[in-house]
């Protein structure tokens, strides 16, 4: 790492003590930056990079609940309003047991760069709760979200912070939060919250919106290599919002999806997923994917292992941070790997980033392969804005504009940094240096 960012590093980690996560998100993006502070020393002096570290604002309130048997239940809830040089803070809302500050703070940094790949006016936020929605029947997931709304309303708003679904925050949660934001409010802004249900203001497209643009940028990718998804095997990891459109728009492009998994277990489905099937268990009945395998015939269930031991051409990793490591890259790269399109944030550690990279596999970060979430989302402001809404096939043609446009800035801003098909530096340049240069203009704030 560039020794003037390696003293700024030090200072960043001092800072925010135990928060992994964060110091992982921030170390990654430092690697990629030196050759920009060369031509553009005017970061430097305007301490760009120290303010870039520091969340504009960091909001952390009690959730209190009470569950289905009268019992009173106390939650944290997080949001993080990281950058907003670019427009109102955007980004998901994560509800899991793991979520604490080094995690939103990682998500929210991650999102600063991701928002400005997509050229969109949006800047960089993200929050949620240590509350687990597993297991919990519906009335007391509603007054979970009803409490956690009672406070971050006072935060958010169209012109403010716009929050969206993430882990264990999907259509069901967004409603949920909006009704009660309409009651505390009294006012119908649509655009205060991504991810509704269409009938009230959401978009088409929006819910396959991350799954099917993480697939777009992986076969932008293969066609440098003048290969596609056709023919492919893929393997992908989650079984969620992300997975499961993953693995769609992967089969309609002729790739075959062998296996996906829960944090229970994994499917291997040779013939290919069954979406419909998958769909129904995860979607509609909130089973276990152990389900899955009961259901269909010639799949096998392996109870715990790692999804990555299934052998493939194209691994497109869609659960959660950290979930692919350095051996598991080195197995995926001994049975013939070629691309890896991340459609979590962070999944691959740095460990299996390096491994990747070292034997030309063709690797897409989170923060570029899977920004199709966001991107449709600020889709959605733009429905909300006009009071109009898109049909699908317009609004898909929208997100598979965005994703080609992605991938080429990615591809060019590491091309005129001297490392040609290197996604992870183009990625990480060409969100810094747009975020960079707003925060120049708008002064020392
Ligand atoms: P969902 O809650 O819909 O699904 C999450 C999936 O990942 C589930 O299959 C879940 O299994 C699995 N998972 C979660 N945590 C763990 C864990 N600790 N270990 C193993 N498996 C785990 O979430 P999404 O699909 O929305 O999100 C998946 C990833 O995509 C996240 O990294 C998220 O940040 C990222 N992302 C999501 C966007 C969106 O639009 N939703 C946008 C951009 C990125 P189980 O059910 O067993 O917990």
Redesign the pocket.
């Known amino acids: 790492m560039d020794a003037r960012l390696e003293a700024i590093r030090d200072t960043v980690l001092a800072r925010n003590p135990g928060e992994a996560e964060f110091h992982q998100a921030v170390v990654e993006v430092f690697e990629s930056l030196g050759p920009v502070h060369d031509r553009h020393p005017e970061f430097l002096e305007a301490a760009i990079l120290e303010r870039l570290c520091e969340p504009e604002r960091q909001i952390i309130f009690r959730v209190p609940w009470t569950d289905d048997a009268g019992r009173v239940r106390i939650n944290r809830g997080f949001r993080v309003e990281f950058n907003s040089a670019l427009g109102p803070y955007k980004g998901?809302l994560?509800f899991?047991p793991?979520v604490y500050l080094g995690i939103v703070k990682f998500?929210g940094f991650e999102q600063i760069f991701?928002n400005a790949l997509t050229g969109m006016p949006i800047g960089g936020g993200k929050g949620g709760s240590d509350f687990d929605p597993?297991g919990r029947s519906d009335a007391e997931v509603m007054r979970f979200c009803q409490s956690f709304m009672t406070e971050l309303y006072r935060h958010i708003g169209e012109y403010t912070d716009v929050p969206?679904?993430?882990?264990?925050?999907?259509g069901r949660e967004i409603g949920y939060l909006f009704g009660q934001y309409k009651r505390i409010t009294n006012r119908y802004e649509s655009g205060v919250l991504t991810?509704k249900g269409v009938s009230w203001g959401g978009s088409l497209v929006?819910?396959e919106?991350?799954?099917f643009g993480t697939v777009i940028f992986t076969q932008e990718m293969l066609k440098t290599r003048g290969t596609s998804l056709e023919g492919q095997r893929v393997v992908v990891?989650?079984?969620?919002?992300?997975?499961?459109n993953a693995i769609a728009k992967a089969q309609s492009l002729g790739a075959t999806v062998v296996a996906?998994?829960?944090?229970?277990g994994y499917v291997v489905d040779e013939t290919g997923i069954d979406v419909a099937l998958l769909r129904e268990v995860?979607e509609v009945q909130r089973a276990?994917?152990k389900e899955y395998a009961e259901r269909r015939a010639g799949v096998s269930y392996v109870d715990g292992g790692s999804v990555w031991d299934v052998g493939a051409t194209v691994a497109l990793p869609?659960?959660?941070?950290n979930?692919l490591d350095g051996g598991a890259a080195a197995r995926l790269v001994r049975g013939g790997l070629v691309a890896v399109g991340e459609?979590?944030?962070?999944?691959s550690t740095r460990g299996a980033i390096a491994v990747f990279q070292e034997a030309g596999v063709l690797f897409g970060p989170?923060k570029a392969a899977?920004?199709?979430?966001?991107a449709t989302?600020a889709l959605e402001m733009q429905q909300n804005a006009s009071r109009d809404s898109w049909s699908f096939e317009h609004t898909e043609e929208r997100l598979t504009d965005i994703m080609v446009g992605i991938h080429e800035r990615c591809a060019a801003t590491a091309e005129e940094y001297g490392e040609p098909g290197n996604y992870v530096l183009g990625a990480n340049i060409g969100g810094f240096v747009k975020v960079a240069d707003a925060m120049l203009a708008q002064g020392l704030i």
């Open positions: 998901g994560r899991h793991s998500l991701k597993r969206a679904g993430d882990i264990g925050v999907g991810g929006r819910p919106a991350t799954g990891s989650g079984s969620g919002n992300v997975a499961i996906c998994s829960d944090s229970s995860k276990r994917l869609c659960a959660t941070q979930e459609g979590a944030n962070m999944p989170g899977n920004a199709g979430g966001v989302s």
